[in-house]
């Protein structure tokens, strides 16, 4: 009798166990059959579902299993693997030789001296620029290598207090993004440079026009080092921003000088001003406003008779700014329309040719720092970014890489699993602050250091003797040119000018 009784309970425990699991999937079948959105479903209850579980899957199982070290985008596997090793600083040299395909068309490199010099003789301390014109009483020295373009907002508060905190102890610039000088920006004295878009978030008027008390206030911030107007994004260019109202939280607003909770455009163009001669007038406005810190402006480079306009102009007024950044269209964003990263704007080589020869052109090379951004991870990005005209370079993913980015693409969701990306509490709680902001640092003087090793083993000792003759690109298996053979100087007289300091 025991025995049976024992039986019989273990086989009704079974049936309502089994009960319990399969009644769940009962219903969801039946859901799935009388929705109508989703066709696979309806035809296959339950068993569709596996195709969205896979969509979902996918983009993970591909980066972890499937691309090669070469071929992950947009920032592939070697190189990822390069920023995270010089942020926490393991071993960062290369076993067994180049993966990369050195006969492909496209394969680049710079050539070594024969006579090398030492690596003591070059100081990647001292590889540094001086940013300021003769219409500039405040100059500032300028790593090669600063933090790009991103907002609070974009960013979590505990990102943008390690990049800046990062920044501060490796002595390089931390962009702020078009979202204003932050607390999280200002708290720790990291030197910034405030960039100021069409919304002009942090100086606004409530009807959004550009508000001189409120700059004034702002920039004499001893931590706000430049200024930079910001025209256009290489990600989206003519396109303006669009801050969710989930995302725009008290503190953003606050920054930001907007309502809270509320839905926050970008315009896609200036208000004060639509001209050459206008847009010069407002940078000697902030010039003026600023107490004479330099001032500039950032564009992706869009139609070239445009900027040759401006560069007229700037000719003709003898009026121009301190620094211009020249954004290509691989840079990153948080979130962009698919046509605007994939289809419209110029890359960041045709940019800065683009620039550097105009300003060339016009004699105002000398006086018009350039800065570049657009995917520029490693010492020898910077080297090649330089030799086509840049003075300086901004990385954004990057330094992204350096905070712990895992490039699971998930920035435009507010899901970011790393806490760099996301407005989620519980999610920017996972970003220690103290620890990334090491590795912030560490990843910037690796890469400087790099820089120096480079040019040490080209013979050079700083980066103003970089020339576009110094970098080679692979045309085809049996044809090889230099940059300066592909992009030629505007006038090669000005060659010598190209670079000057």
């Known amino acids: 009798m025991i025995v049976q009784a024992l039986a019989g309970l273990y086989i009704d425990s079974t049936f309502y166990f089994t009960y319990l699991i399969t009644l769940p999937f009962i219903f969801l079948g039946f859901y799935d059959m009388i929705q109508t959105k989703r066709t696979l479903m309806r035809n296959y209850p339950i068993v569709g579902r596996g195709r969205y579980i896979m969509e979902v899957l996918r983009p993970k199982i591909y980066q972890y299993f499937v691309e090669s070290d070469t071929g992950g985008t947009p920032i592939n596997r070697i190189t990822r693997s390069v920023v995270y090793q010089r942020a926490k600083e393991q071993l960062s040299s290369t076993p067994f030789g180049t993966q990369l395909d050195i006969y492909a068309p496209g394969y680049e490199w710079i050539n070594h001296s024969m006579n090398p010099l030492d690596l003591n003789e070059v100081k990647p301390e001292e590889l540094r620029i001086n940013v300021g014109s003769d219409k500039c009483t405040k100059p500032y020295s300028l790593s090669i290598f600063n933090i790009s373009a991103m907002s609070f907002g974009a960013l979590s508060k505990n990102a943008i207090e390690a990049l800046n905190i990062g920044a501060k102890a490796g002595n390089f610039a931390h962009n702020t993004g078009e979202g204003a000088a932050s607390l999280y920006h200002l708290k720790n004295g990291g030197d910034l440079i405030w960039q100021i878009g069409t919304g002009y978030f942090g100086c606004r008027t409530k009807d959004g026009h550009f508000n001189d008390e409120a700059f004034k206030k702002k920039v004499s911030s001893p931590e706000i080092k430049m200024v930079e107007i910001k025209l256009s994004q290489g990600a989206k260019p003519g396109h303006g921003g669009i801050l969710p109202a989930a995302k725009n939280t008290e503190e953003i607003a606050q920054a930001?000088?907007?309502?809270?909770?509320?839905?926050?455009?970008?315009?896609?163009?200036h208000k004060e001003f639509s001209s050459p001669t206008e847009m010069i007038h407002f940078i000697e406005r902030l010039r003026n406003l600023s107490d004479g810190k330099p001032i500039g402006i950032k564009l992706c480079v869009g139609d070239p008779l445009e900027f040759f306009e401006l560069c007229q102009e700037m000719k003709k007024q003898n009026n121009y700014p301190d620094f211009i950044t020249v954004d290509g269209s691989e840079g990153g964003t948080g979130a962009a329309p698919l046509e605007f990263s994939n289809s419209i704007g110029m890359s960041l080589t045709d940019g800065i040719i683009i620039v550097s020869n105009t300003l060339l052109q016009?004699?105002?090379?000398?006086?018009?720092?350039?800065?570049?951004?657009?995917?520029i991870l490693t010492g020898f990005d910077i080297i090649k970014t330089i030799a086509l005209g840049a003075d300086a370079c901004y990385s954004a993913r990057g330094m992204m890489l350096a905070l712990g980015c895992i490039q699971a693409l998930e920035c435009n969701s507010n899901h970011c699993p790393t806490g760099v990306a996301t407005q989620d509490p519980q999610l920017v709680v996972g970003l220690d602050i103290p620890d990334k902001s090491r590795r912030v640092t560490n990843y910037h003087f690796h890469t400087i250091e790099a820089v120096a090793e480079i040019l040490a083993a080209t013979g050079l000792r700083t980066t103003h003797e970089l020339r576009r003759s110094h970098i080679w690109r692979r045309i085809s298996p049996t044809d090889i040119r230099t940059y300066e053979q592909l992009y030629p100087y505007m006038n090669p007289e000005l060659s010598d000018q190209s670079q000057a300091g």
């Open 362 to 375: 016009f004699g105002l090379k000398d006086k018009i720092k350039i800065i570049a951004a657009g995917k």
């Open 256 to 269: 930001r000088m907007v309502e809270p909770h509320t839905r926050v455009l970008s315009p896609s163009n």
